[in-house]
């Protein structure tokens, strides 16, 4: 039984998310024109409507650039990548391959408007200003994810810039505990100098909670097995490449269970550091399957959400 290798980036095209991306654009575009009519008429000081209309139009325009704009970059034909030892190339979780887009395009969306929504609040009269603990919550969330989204997106732009190259093969993608199989690891460094290679084997489990006092969920994440195929290993040339055997412990937890409340995900993780510059770490996922001992498991697994509820 060959399972799906967990977390690999959808190659479909969905179209739905285009049109709903040219919706907002066309929203933008009428938030925009309703915005410079409110810049017209203004005399002397900009009323409360011109900053929240222009904070509308900003978020209007990033989302159309996340599901208008991204989805029409994803269409360019793109060469495969030929294979160097092995047969089957392992591919990196859904998070790992966003490019830098994506995640400004997010930043842009709730970050920008947070200037505009400050002034909105400050200048607001009337019923809207009865809301104001709205209009400060809105501008908060607007802070934290468009300051998380930059933080990441520039991770992703450093590591874009850099131009460095990891590609990880492997002789199967799916293996049993105990079993073992060879692995091919591929670094090719970019502009900035990679000092040295650590690559690990590597296993985790995220299990995901309802709070108790709100519908939001916690992702606790831990690492169930870690070991070193190469310790820290200096670079002497240009692209540094090794192929080792690896095996699989006898009481490996299995990947990509079918369980709604946890995860368990095994990979290759790849750890190019770089003087004086933050570390490159990439993680290539394979799945560790034995249907029998899956089918044992989830029974278990099930037995304890229908205790927890």
């Known amino acids: 039984m060959t399972l799906p290798i967990p977390g690999s980036p959808s190659k479909i095209f969905k179209s739905k998310i285009m049109i709903f991306g040219g919706i907002q654009l066309i929203l933008g575009l009428m938030s925009a024109v309703w915005t410079w009519r409110l810049w017209r008429e203004t005399v002397r000081v900009l009323p409360a409507s011109f900053w929240g209309a222009l904070a509308l139009t900003i978020f209007l325009f990033g989302l159309a650039q996340i599901n208008l704009v991204g989805p029409l970059r994803e269409l360019g034909y793109r060469l495969p990548v030929p294979k160097f030892a092995l047969p089957y190339r392992l591919e990196q979780p859904f998070a790992e391959v966003f490019s830098p887009w994506p995640m400004l395009s997010i930043a842009f969306a709730f970050g920008a408007p947070v200037f505009p929504m400050i002034m909105f609040v400050l200048n607001v009269e009337g019923v809207l200003a009865e809301m104001t603990l709205i209009w400060a919550g809105l501008?908060?969330?607007?802070?934290?994810?468009?300051?998380?989204?930059?933080?990441?997106?520039?991770?992703?732009?450093?590591?874009?810039?850099?131009?460095?190259q990891t590609i990880v093969e492997a002789s199967a993608l799916t293996v049993k505990p105990e079993e073992s199989f060879s692995?091919?690891?591929?670094h090719q460094p970019g502009k900035l100098v990679t000092e040295s290679i650590q690559v690990k084997l590597i296993c985790r489990r995220t299990i995901t909670q309802t709070?108790?006092?709100?519908?939001?969920?916690?992702?606790?994440?831990?690492?169930l097995f870690e070991t070193d195929l190469y310790p820290e290993t200096p670079t002497y040339s240009d692209i540094w490449q090794e192929t080792c055997t690896v095996t699989i412990p006898?009481?490996?937890e299995l990947s990509t269970a079918l369980s709604a409340s946890r995860s368990i995900t095994w990979g290759i993780e790849v750890i190019a550091r770089i003087p004086n510059a933050p570390d490159i770490t990439e993680t290539f996922?394979?799945?560790?399957?034995?249907?029998e001992l899956r089918a044992r498991q989830e029974a278990a697994w099930e037995a304890e959400d229908a205790q927890e509820k």
């Open 285 to 291: 996922l394979f799945t560790v399957d034995d249907p």
């Open 211 to 223: 709070q108790t006092r709100s519908s939001g969920k916690i992702a606790e994440t831990t690492i």
């Open 139 to 164: 501008t908060l969330m607007g802070v934290i994810i468009g300051g998380a989204t930059l933080y990441l997106g520039v991770q992703k732009l450093y590591v874009r810039v850099n131009g460095s």
């Open 183 to 186: 692995v091919f690891v591929r």
């Open 250 to 252: 006898k009481d490996a």
